[in-house]
Nanobody
Framework: QVELVESGGDLVQAGGSLRLSCAAS????????MGWYRQAPGKQRELVAV???????NYANFVKGRFTISRDNAKNTVYLQMNSLKPEDTAVYYC?????????????WGQGTQVTVSS
């Protein structure tokens, strides 16, 4: 199994920047895709960005070039650089990892880190 621990969430003013980190431990060799999701109060959890083991990227439309996902395999860490933050970006941000264990793929989730963007 894999444990994911997020950090970097904070209170920031609109237009500011944050960098989220997600450190993975455990069966790191089985990790394929990693990504970031977010969930605002009363809202559905939604995908923010994903990065595959091969380095392919996919972003949600609302990112609009503001966010960048990156991955440091040596450190078993994925990052989300968030620029030009907006109040609507306020949410709990969760790290996700798709992990292959044997022939079965599992999703693992971190505990979340709070991002609050003030007007």
């Amino acid at each position: 199994q894999v444990e994911l621990v997020e950090s970097g969430g904070d209170l920031v003013q609109a237009g500011g920047s944050l960098r989220l980190s997600c450190a993975a431990s455990g069966n790191i060799f089985g990790i394929n895709t990693m990504g970031w999701y977010r969930q605002a109060p009363g809202k559905q959890r939604e995908l923010v960005a994903v990065i595959t083991g091969g380095g392919y990227l996919n972003y949600a439309n609302f990112v609009k070039g503001r966010f960048t996902i990156s991955r440091d395999n040596a450190k078993n860490t994925v990052y989300l650089q968030m620029n030009s933050l907006k109040p609507e970006d306020t949410a709990v941000y969760y790290c996700n990892a798709g992990v292959v264990e044997g022939t079965i793929e599992y999703d693992y989730w971190g505990q979340g880190t709070q991002v609050t963007v003030s007007s």
